[in-house]
C-alpha cells in the first residue's frame, strides 16, 4: 500500500523553526475526529519535529477551513539546505472500533539567504 503524499511542500531554512499543520479531513469518515497524540517521523532522521498535537482549535489549511480534530500539527527544525524530506503521520481516530491514518508531507530546506 503507498502512503497519501499531501500535494503541498511545505518550505523552511535550516535555521528557522516552523510550524507545520496537515489536514487529514477527507480521510475520516462524517463525524470522525483523530485522537490521541499523533506519531511523526523524518524518514530520514534528520529533521527534529516537536509539539505534535491534533488541532484543539478551527485553524487554516492550504487556505480551507479545517475544523477541531481534523488536523495534526507539529513544528520542525534542523536539516540541510538543499534536501526535501518526507515527514511520516500517523494518528488515530475515534470511531469504534478506531482507526490508525497514515499520511506524509514534504518539507524542502532552503538556503538562508
Known sequence: M???VAPQIQQ??????????VSFDKKLDSGELLTGTP???????????????????????NG????IGKAVQFNASGGVA?????ILITVT???????TLEGVVRLKVVDNV
Open 2 to 4: 503507498s502512503l497519501v
Open 12 to 21: 523552511k531554512t535550516d535555521a528557522e523553526v516552523r510550524n507545520i499543520a
Open 39 to 61: 506519531t511523526i517521523v523524518d524518514l530520514a532522521a534528520v529533521l527534529t519535529l516537536g509539539s505534535k498535537i491534533v488541532n484543539t482549535a478551527e485553524i487554516t489549511v
Open 64 to 67: 480551507k477551513t479545517t475544523a
Open 82 to 86: 538543499g534536501t526535501t524530506y518526507r
Open 93 to 99: 481516530t475515534d470511531s469504534s472500533p478506531a482507526q
